[in-house]
Structures are given as C-alpha cells and as structure tokens.
C-alpha cells in the first residue's frame, strides 16, 4: 500500500505508539527488518541508536539502507564518528563553538547542554549541577557547569 501510494522512502522507528515517556523501551529491529524486506523503497531505521556499533549491527540484522538517530546524537554529537568522548568535553567543545559564532539563544544553547549531560544529570550526587545549569544566565555559568562535571 506504502509504494502504490508513492512512497519513495521510509524512516520507521521501531517502537509502538505506547512507548514513549517511562514505558520506552528498546525498539524492535526485527520489526524494522520485515518492513524492509517487505518494501522495494529505501528504508531507515531509528531507534537504540546510541554508538556507531549500534547503527552497524542495525543496518547488518535488518538490512536497512540508512540509520536515523536522535537521542544518541544529542548525547554524543560525535556518534557517527565512531568515539565516545567524555560529556564534559562535548559540552565544552559546543560551548566554545556556540561562543565563536554567537548563538543567539541562551536558552537553546542550554538545552543542548542538558542533553548532553544527561546521564551526569541522572547521578543524585550530580543533580545540583543540573538545577547550576538551569539557572546559568550567561556562556560563563554554563561553562562552569560543564567544567564540574569534568571532576565527576
């Protein structure tokens, strides 16, 4: 029905309607694979992206012509490239290219900081530093967020 319809590509994540929020879950790569096997169209996949090794053994169980990330990439923007470089240094690196090309939103900027020190955030003895980053007005608060976490 999808190719009669016209469609020339499809991105599927393989997660239900239901797990969003607290009932997550993992996504279903076998799901993913037999939509592709059923298609002639390109497929992605996205879902439990979070390294490299996991859009490899994605594409090699599922056979899909493309990987699709979100989460992973706000994490780790460095995903694809195949490290994992410490959250600390992520943040700082993003700080000093939002700083050198004047970002304009503070709060934008922010938000990308909690991404990707998400999982420092999820540490109780770390989770002042998330409420520091909320409340961080200017680049010099935010980088002293990120300047703690690098003593985690």
Known sequence: MLENAGVSLLTIHGRTRDQRGPNTGLADWQIIKKVKDALRVPVIANGNIQCLQHALDCIEQTGVDGIMTAEGNLYNPALFSGIS????????????????????????????????????????????????????????????????????
């Open 85 to 152: 470089p410490p959250a600390w240094k992520i943040a700082t690196e993003y700080i000093e290219i939002a700083r050198k090309y004047k970002l304009p939103a503070l709060s934008c900027i922010r938000g990308h900081i909690f991404k990707i020190l998400h999982h420092v955030f999820q540490q109780e003895e770390h989770r002042d530093l998330r409420d520091k980053l909320a409340q961080a007005n200017d680049f010099e608060e935010i980088g002293s967020v990120a300047e703690e976490a690098k003593k985690t």
